[in-house]
């Protein structure tokens, strides 16, 4: 079974990953979505809630699965059985430190990085900047599913 992780924080997702993840799912049997546990940087979400928001959000994909990790992508990707990490390249300015990963990772594991230009519609989009807009009233529903946005609004009207 071809396998592939599209790992990243997804605090929250984004129409952007979302993107990548539809693409990627009609590319590879199974498409696991990785979902970084890093303990130096506390999220707006929980690992928990950034969890089911993305399982509802990819709730029609019938190939796409949720984790959770930390430490070393290559050791996730080796638990899952996936030789693929693919990812999002949004402009030149994501090329430079996703080019030291992936040779990192390959160098490491073997397990290759695959990169999928982003949809122009989103390739100005990242997590902080929708929670930005939205903390400020902007409308943000072109850029985040209807779960994520009703949570966001709650979110950021508690704090
Ligand atoms: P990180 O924690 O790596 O900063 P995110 O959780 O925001 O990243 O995103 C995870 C991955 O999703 C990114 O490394 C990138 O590959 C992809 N991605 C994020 N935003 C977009 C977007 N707007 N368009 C395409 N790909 C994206």
Known sequence: ???????????PVTN???????RASRLFDEVIIG?????????LFTIEER?????????????VRVASFHGLLVDFCRSQGAAVVVKGLRAVSDFDYELQMAQMNIGLSGVETLFMPTNPLYSFLSSSLVKDVVKWGGDA???????????????????
């Open 16 to 22: 952007g990953h979302l993107d990548i993840v539809g």
């Open 51 to 63: 969890l089911e928001m993305l399982r509802e959000a990819t709730a029609e994909y019938g190939n």
């Open 1 to 11: 079974m071809r396998r592939a992780v599209c790992p990243g924080s997804f605090d």
């Open 141 to 159: 529903s072109a850029y985040l599913p209807d779960n994520v946005l009703d949570r966001l609004v709650g979110r950021l009207k508690q704090n």
């Open 35 to 43: 979902v970084l546990i890093n303990q130096s940087k506390t999220g």
